[in-house]
């Protein structure tokens, strides 16, 4: 049995002082496989201490001297990726398919980074005065469970690159993956204290971050209910915050789409990662008028997708990452029968011939209006809730009548038409006939998908700080 028992903090593996132990367990299988002790309160203090002390030395570095950090952690983080990808499998059920573009990310997040910088100044004239961008300071990194080696990299890469001494606080629920991604991390040999890694509780861990006077800036990827807390405690000390969150993302298929093609590709966005993704297109609105096609190519869709092993590099979707996530996507989709759609694939319960592992039937509801539960809340799970609308202005209405605007999708014949309907979208993210996304262009939300934007030169923006100088 494995057992994790150390916080990252000044360049050293230490032993946390936190006394909570939290079985990890394979959603494959259900058995146990590693034990993880969480950090506390004083784990996370100690953590902001060594960024502190950090802070001035990075903050004063060249920009060379950060591109070169970059690079090594680019290096450090390939060299890695087979244990990354492993502790994604093991303890998340992410499928073997989808591991390739997890690991390249966390490296070539770092490598993207040191080229934006290449050619990034620090300083700019505007009128009179020359305006200093300079590094906020010390900065918390929050992440969720659902893409802890991503989030983690990809906020590390920005805050590195500004000049600020990070502390990371990922998910309770990842010390697997956090472990693989922090000894990576390790291997970099960044000057101690410039990158810190604290796994334990939102409630104590995540709350000393988000109050303690000394953290400068707030980088959180998580749900909106979390992130208003964050938001609210850390307004006290006046802490530069965003926040990425949840979402209810729209696919909409315009009647110019070939079905064929639009079917298929709606379903994987929303089965994204196992359907737990924050960017998952979960409400497809398809014409009314080809309703009866679409409901076809669903089936055939579906009968074409692999449930089981994520070992398996023929599974398409693993299991749900826990317990609570089975639970909490069973509870919905009783919901959806309640409240009178109609099921016409999946349903509930696990798929056939699965009687251990946390397995959920790909399901997908048809007769759903936008008021329904399934078609609101963020269920984050494989199921999906089909929406017939008359014509395209009712379709822009239905897709934007939600609390989320996290991401969107459209689905259209002819590119320009589904700019068009881009353009009236309300989301941080529009992708038009393509689930690929640009990931050196701005990522966030608006209304309660977030505030703020990560990645690429805005990401980096994110943790810049103007000073403005005028001398006579
Ligand atoms: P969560 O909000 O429960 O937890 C996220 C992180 O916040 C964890 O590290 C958690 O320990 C920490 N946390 C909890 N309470 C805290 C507190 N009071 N103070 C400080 N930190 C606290 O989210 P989750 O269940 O881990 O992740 C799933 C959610 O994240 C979904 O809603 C999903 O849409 C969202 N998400 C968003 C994005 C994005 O980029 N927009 C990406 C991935 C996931």
């Known amino acids: 049995m494995r057992i994790i028992s150390t916080a990252y903090i000044a360049g050293r593996f230490v032993p946390v002082q936190g006394r909570e132990w939290l079985d990890v367990v394979d959603p494959a299988t259900e058995s146990v496989i590693a034990k993880a002790r969480l950090a506390d309160r004083e784990d996370a203090q100690r953590a902001i201490e060594a960024a502190r002390r950090a802070q001035p030395d990075i903050g004063r570095s060249s920009k060379q001297q950060r591109i070169e950090m970059l690079r090594r952690l680019e290096a450090a983080l390939a060299a890695r990726s087979a244990d990354i990808a492993e502790a ?19 490296s070539q997040v770092f490598g993207s980074m040191a080229r934006i910088l290449e ?22 990194l929050i992440a969720p469970w659902n893409s802890v080696a991503g989030t983690i990299c990809s906020k590390l890469a920005s805050a590195l690159a500004a000049g600020c001494a990070s502390v990371i606080k990922p998910s309770e629920f990842s010390p697997l993956q956090t472990q693989a991604v922090t000894e990576a991390l390790h291997g970099a040999g960044l000057p101690d ?35 208003k807390i964050i938001a609210r405690a850390a307004v006290d000390s006046m802490k530069r915050v965003s926040l990425s969150l949840s979402g209810k993302s729209a696919s909409i298929i315009l009647d110019d789409a070939d079905l064929a093609i639009a079917v298929p590709l709606a379903l994987n966005g929303g089965f ?38 994520p070992r398996d590099p023929f599974t398409t979707i693993g299991p749900v990452a826990s317990q609570a996530q089975y639970d909490r996507i069973q509870r919905y989709i009783a919901r959806g029968l309640e409240q009178g759609a109609r099921i016409i694939a999946g349903g509930e319960g696990r798929p056939e011939g699965f009687q251990r592992g946390y397995f959920v039937r790909p ?45 969107a999708y459209v689905f259209s014949g002819h590119r320009e038409h589904g700019l068009k309907v881009a353009d009236r979208l309300q989301a941080g993210t529009v992708l038009v006939n393509t689930l690929r996304p640009e990931l050196i262009a701005p990522f966030g939300g608006v209304k309660q998908s977030g505030i703020g934007r990560e990645f690429g030169v805005f990401g980096l923006e994110s943790f810049l700080e103007p000073k403005t100088e005028v001398a006579a």
């Open 193 to 227: 204290g410039v990158v810190n890694v604290v796994t334990g509780r939102g409630a104590d861990v995540g709350d000393e971050l988000a109050t303690n006077p000394h953290v400068a800036r707030i980088s959180f990827t998580g749900s909106t209910a979390t992130g």
């Open 88 to 106: 994604t499998i093991a303890e998340y059920g992410a499928p073997a398919a989808r591991i390739g573009f997890v690991t390249q990310y966390a």
């Open 119 to 140: 050619d990034y100044s620090f300083t700019r004239e505007i009128g009179d005065a020359c305006v200093r961008l300079e590094p906020v300071g010390v900065s918390a």
């Open 272 to 309: 994204n990662n196992n359907g737990q993704a924050c960017i998952a297109g979960t409400r497809i609105l398809v014409p009314r008028s080809r309703l009866a096609e679409v409901v076809q190519l669903v089936g055939s869709t579906i009968a074409g997708l692999h449930v089981g092993d």
């Open 363 to 407: 399901t997908i509801f048809a007769d759903v209006s936008n008021d329904m539960d399934i078609a609101r809340d963020e269920i984050f799970g494989p199921v999906l809730s089909i929406i017939a609308y008359d014509d395209e202005e009712e379709a822009i209405e239905i897709a934007n009548d939600s609390a989320y605007g996290l991401y």
